[in-house]
């Protein structure tokens, strides 16, 4: 685990709320809305997750994807336009993806949080770089006093 950074710039933004398990959905979705507003990806795919407070089964789910130029989205539209994310600092964890789940990896992070005195955001980002076709998850958790979110 090391203390890193993470910005992109202009990102088409989706939000969905879901099950957990079905965390996949929205990347689908976001395809979609790639494909018919004629962007061009050009970082990886990325997602946040904060827990529902009702239920822990389900959360809120934002996909990023970061394109090429900025575009204009109209209002009714189902997705956003942000033209940037960044994170100061952020508690990160390499190659998440070897982890049971997204909850186990960020269960892991929170207990060395812990163990370092490190106090940490509720919502962890899930960056999905593709590296010679396989699919790496590094997973990204700002820190709570530090949690600069822009």
């Not at 942000?82 to 982890?99: G, K, M, N, V």
Request: proline share 3%; charged share 30%; aromatic share 14%.
């Amino acid at each position: 685990m090391e203390v890193s950074s993470m910005q992109f710039n202009s990102l088409i933004v989706y939000r969905k709320h879901n099950l957990k398990e079905n965390w996949q959905e929205g990347l689908f979705d976001l395809e979609e809305i790639e494909l018919n507003q004629e962007v061009y990806k050009n970082g990886p795919v990325f997602f946040s997750c904060t827990d529902d407070e009702h239920d822990a089964s389900i959360g809120l789910f934002t996909y990023y994807l970061p394109i090429n130029e900025p575009v204009v989205v109209r209002e009714d539209a189902e997705f956003q336009y942000e033209e940037r994310i960044q994170i100061d600092q952020a508690l990160t964890f390499r190659q998440a993806d070897r982890e049971a789940n997204f909850k186990a990896a960020y269960e892991k992070v929170k207990k060395y949080a812990e163990k370092e005195n490190i106090s940490l955001s509720e919502t962890y980002y899930c960056v999905m770089l593709d590296v010679f076709g396989e699919i790496i998850i590094d997973l990204y958790v700002p820190l709570a006093e530090r949690s600069d979110v822009s």
